[in-house]
């Protein structure tokens, strides 16, 4: 419970307590201003879930797209933004790490928990192919 309070001093002051705890002593009733309860754990913990599932998700999209070459419904140039971009995205949550020096045609990251070695194509791609890309992935992730 949040409960905001006119101190003996003439300021404002907030205090947070749990639902069970009584308001503190050198607090009165006539002193509060506002009070209002929320539950944070519960939401936090369901973010929390969302969050990982969806980098989950991500991980194993990019994982698949090398395991299902041969059998791509994607166009080459899809698939090849879709890999930079996906592990554009995995590095900087740190589930790839990358490796040596990046070519002028490819990128090589390592999977930081099986150690295994991809090699990402760098493509040029629009800004148009982008949110093309982020739209698919927007609703298949969620």
């Known amino acids: 419970m949040s409960i905001?309070?006119?101190g003996n001093d003439g300021i404002m002051h907030r205090i947070d307590i749990h639902d069970q705890e009584v308001l503190p002593?050198?607090?009165s009733e006539d002193q509060v201003i506002a009070r209002w309860t929320r539950v944070l754990k519960e939401k936090e913990a369901e973010d929390k879930a969302e969050k990982q599932n969806m980098l989950q998700s991500t991980e194993e999209l990019f994982l698949s797209l090398y395991q299902d070459a041969d059998t791509a419904v994607l166009p080459e140039n899809e698939r090849d933004?879709?890999?930079q971009l996906l592990g554009l995205m995995l590095?900087?949550?740190r589930i790839l790490k990358r490796v040596?020096?990046?070519t002028e045609d490819f990128l090589t990251?390592?999977?930081v928990p099986t150690k295994k070695e991809y090699v990402v194509p760098l493509k040029d791609f629009s800004v148009?192919?982008?949110e093309k890309i982020k739209e698919q992935l927007d609703h298949v992730l969620r």
């Open 4 to 6: 905001i309070y006119m």
């Open 25 to 27: 002593t050198d607090i």
């Open 81 to 83: 933004i879709l890999k």
């Open 91 to 93: 590095e900087r949550k």
């Open 100 to 102: 040596g020096e990046a």
């Open 109 to 111: 990251y390592v999977h």
């Open 128 to 130: 148009e192919d982008i």
